[in-house]
């Protein structure tokens, strides 16, 4: 409809047309997206960044959750929280994989018994020079009691479980205490080294 002056539009003109452009059933704000209606590939890239105390709240909430976050991965960032351990393993190493050694070292743990041993025997005049390294024992010898250290033995101690079975043999070298006297000794089994400090 037209007015009679100047050829204008009226007021109810201008307003049907905008109600023409924005029906009144618009929605005018983006409805929330609820977390469950991601996919769960993005679920579970966003529950990554969270702590492991924060996954297992999660964990309770709700089946879809549940399922989720009782995947490989997570099992593994919550054990290793229980256990204090950090992740040092090969990058390579895929999850099920890092989560089986480490429920397996947990296991290990759990089974060892203090009320067993072995008793290993020294057929030498030991001193106060020792080190234990990777399972090596080294003591340090001496050519009389209450002399000093001159030299050192060493063996590589068993395990509980073959114990009975197994030779105990003590390897070593013995020097003269006229010409030298071992004052500190110490092992570095990987790399094969037996450091000493030694006085002529």
């Not at 966003?46 to 964990?59: A, E, N, V």
């Not at 390897?171 to 990987?190: P, T």
Request: hydrophobic content about 40%; proline content about 8%; charged content about 20%.
């Amino acid at each position: 409809m037209m007015s009679g002056h100047g050829g204008h539009p009226s007021q109810n003109t201008i307003s049907s047309n905008i109600a023409a452009v924005f029906p009144n059933n618009a929605p005018q704000n983006p409805q929330p997206i609820s977390l469950l209606h991601i996919p769960p590939e993005l679920v579970t890239r966003i529950l990554l960044y969270l702590p492991p105390l924060d996954i297992i709240s999660c964990k309770r909430t709700c089946r879809i959750l549940y399922d989720l976050c009782s995947s490989s991965i997570f099992r593994y960032l919550i054990q290793m929280e229980r256990s204090a351990v950090s992740d040092d393993m090969n990058p390579g190493l895929h999850y099920p994989e890092r989560l089986l050694l480490l429920e397996n070292r947990e296991e290990a743990w759990a089974m060892l018994n203090f009320h067993r041993s072995v008793n290993v025997p020294i057929p030498y005049n030991p001193t106060g020079h020792w080190s234990f390294t990777d399972g090596a024992l080294l003591l340090g010898t001496a050519l009389d009691y209450h002399l000093p250290t001159a030299g050192h033995n060493y063996i590589t101690l068993p395990s509980l479980s073959d114990a009975r079975d197994q030779e105990l043999d003590w390897k070593g070298y013995n020097l003269e205490r006229e010409i030298l006297e071992i004052l500190e000794v110490d092992l570095a089994v990987h790399e094969h080294d037996l450091i000493a400090a030694l006085t002529v």
